[in-house]
């Protein structure tokens, strides 16, 4: 039997009630004038995302709905007074954050409250200003401009760059109107920038991208290993949650720096810069020599270990230690450790996936996991932990990485299945992937790519090799920015801005790292005409001429029943799910919940924590796991004498998120990191530069130049360097190289010169 969670004053009615009145505002917003659609008809009842209109709560309640920055899918209890939220709190019987909330929830709200919010569609003129415009001809100029594009150039000349931010179903409804609906081949999502080497990696080791976990097994461990991963401060709450473990665990941290987790740590492994991999080998070669295999597990559940023991017999402890400056006799301890461990997790995040061998990297984690059992029970698992909202709900459903629902673009019968599910031509679903992110932007250089839609995103600051990307998104003959700001560093490029609506203002599901699909609710109205993406996204289908391939497609819950028609019989299979008032009650549901689940429960809500692979059965067609390995790869800049000092980059204070669109506009969090950019530099290499705390220096790569503030801290070691990735600076410095496996941008390894301004 599950532990249901108890819906709060009013919240299970609120889904109805909230239905009820889209399905109202239909008729009214189809009806279409002269083939285009009105302002009146844009703005019309519900159209800020179809969804809970403020005047549909009722004064003086709470209701619940999932956190909108990071993976974690905390949940925060609103608190609503005629009709608006006016405030929050964490939700303290909600499965994942247990009641608690890191600083940037409690700020979820003063956000939307910014005065550069884009409210209106926005034209650049010929001398570079910006106009207002209606939404009639915002939406008659973006389907004319990118319609001629298409005419003169074909129709693989217009991309789309999508995100992790928004609503699943609103990503399903812009990867199907953008492949299916608008011929439009290639577009990726900015999850290629956090998550893409953990999807490569899961897909070829257990034959689906297939995170394991439950956020339960943070308590359960008595051994947890963290790769490149400082949750401390990149996932706070998950980090409440091993500090609720009760089996005094060993905490193991793989990582160059002496982070604020490495600090809790029982064994801090402070290695070389990109070594990790050499060093994962290495403790997998002491754990079969040291006979901490389980051989049963391996022999029925596994294909490749052969291999793996003659590939990671090269690395030796002594060896290993040569190269990563971690000594071979903590290297044998750490391997010890995890191999008399019961209950041994292994968690990684930026640290392994921002990397050119990440891919191979994050499965020699699944490996070392695989082959001591380490899988499917409890404290156990290989983890990645994901990095916005909802990457993973750009993962599934998207149209990106894969065909709609996980499919595959190149298989026939996927095609088939999803087309069935969306009640569309199997002929409007492109039989190939599209282009990588980087591939789209290299595109641009080369001409190929001329028109770009760029959805809740900003490659303008994120980007590695920031100017080369500013130029490209320059050379386009037409940019189109949708986004909930006008002011980012990537509408100063638009030619078209389309303003759109924020967390809290609108509705759908967002699915956390441990595969959680939680409930987003509209709380408050968007500022002037913006619009919910779902409602641009409407629109532009009408004016397209797409308008009755998505008929059905009227509100986001319509949506999430099309998701789970194309999810049947797959591994993330959600057709047992009865709806957005089952996920509200039940605190979240995680995937797979197929409708054999909910048959085999009976009447019973799912249970609130579920492992995957506890029967030992994988997504291969043999149901094995594959163990992967491969040679050892240089560095693609590797320190000399000009440029003598290894740049990484990462996660700055909890307080701060991605490039800051939404966290810079709360004067509580600008409080709680620096303002100024700054780089960690060790003691010794100061003394060597001239420099103190506090100093001004000039930070150089290949890519460019920059002028920031010394930070003085032994927490790096000499001859390395580290700045927050949160500063629209930081990627001047960076390199444009990426996983051949993933296509991810290795952004922490970057030579660089300090010296004093």
Known sequence: MSTAIKPTKASASLTQTTNEAARRSLPQFLQARSGKMTRELLLSPG?????MTPASLVADTTTTAVCGYCSTGCGLRLHVLDGEAVGLTPETNYPVNLGMACPKGWEALRVLESDDRARVPKVRRADGQMDSV??????????????????????????????????????????????????????????????????????????????????????????????????????????????????NPEIIVIDPRRTETAMSATEHLQLSPKSDLALLYSITHCLIEGGFVDQTFVEAHTDGFEALRSHVSRFDAETVAASSGISAEQIRRVAAKIGKGDA????????????????????????????????????????SITGQCNAMGSRLWSNTTNLF??????????????????????????????????????????????????????????????????????QLDF?????????????????????????????????????????????????????????????????WGVGEMFKQWTHPEAVFRIMQRASAGSPCDITGITGYEQIDRSGGVQWPWSAADAENCGDVDPPVQRRLFSDGEFCHPNGKARLIVDEITPPPEAPDA??????????????????????????????????????????DDATTIGVANGDRVRVTSRRGSILVDAMITPTIRTGQAFMPMHYATTNQLTLSHFDPHSRQPSYKNSAVRIEKA
């Open 47 to 51: 159209q800020h995302g179809l969804g």
């Open 134 to 247: 209606s939404w009639d001809d915002a939406l008659n100029l973006f389907t004319d401009r990118f319609k001629a594009i298409q005419a003169e150039h074909g129709n693989d000349s217009v991309a789309f760059l999508s995100t992790g931010q928004i609503p699943s179903e609103e990503m399903a409804f812009l990867g199907a109107l953008a492949k299916f609906g608008m011929n439009i081949k290639h577009g990726d999502g900015n999850t290629r920038q956090c998550m893409a080497t953990a999807v490569a990696a899961y897909k070829e080791s257990f034959g689906f991208d297939a995170p394991p976990f439950t956020y339960d097994d943070f308590e359960q461990s008595d051994c947890l290993v963290f790769i490149g991963a400082n949750p401390c401060i990149g996932h706070p709450i998950l980090w409440e949650r091993v500090l609720r473990n009760k089996n």
């Open 344 to 383: 041994v997790s292994l968690w990684w995040t930026m640290g392994v996936n921002q990397s050119y061998e990440g891919t191979r990297t994050a499965q020699a984690i699944i490996n070392i996991a695989l082959i001591t059992g380490n899988i499917g029970r409890p404290g156990t698992g290989a983890n």
């Open 405 to 474: 629902g996980h499919h595959k673009f190149e298989n026939a019968d996927d095609r088939s299945k999803v087309a069935e599910a969306l009640q569309i031509s199997v002929d409007t679903i492109p039989t190939e992937g599209s282009w990588s992110y980087d591939q789209i932007m290299e595109g641009i250089r080369a001409g190929e790519i001329k028109g770009l839609w760029i959805i809740a995103t900003n490659p303008a600051h994120s980007w590695s090799n920031q100017e080369d990307a500013r130029e490209l998104l320059d």
């Open 479 to 543: 940019l189109v920015v949708q986004d909930m700001y006008d002011s980012t560093e990537t509408a100063h490029h638009a030619d078209l801005i389309l303003p759109a609506a924020a967390w809290g203002e609108k509705e759908g599901t967002f699915i956390n790292s441990e595969r959680r699909y939680g409930l987003l609710k509209k709380v408050r109205k968007a500022p002037g005409e913006a619009l919910a993406d779902f409602q641009i996204f409407r629109a532009i289908a009408h004016y």
């Open 642 to 683: 000009e440029y003598p000092t290894m740049l990484l980059t990462g996660r700055g204070t909890v307080s701060q998120w991605h490039t800051q669109t939404r966290t810079s506009k709360s004067p509580v969090l600008r409080k709680l990191y620096p303002n100024h950019s700054y780089i960690e530099i060790h003691p």
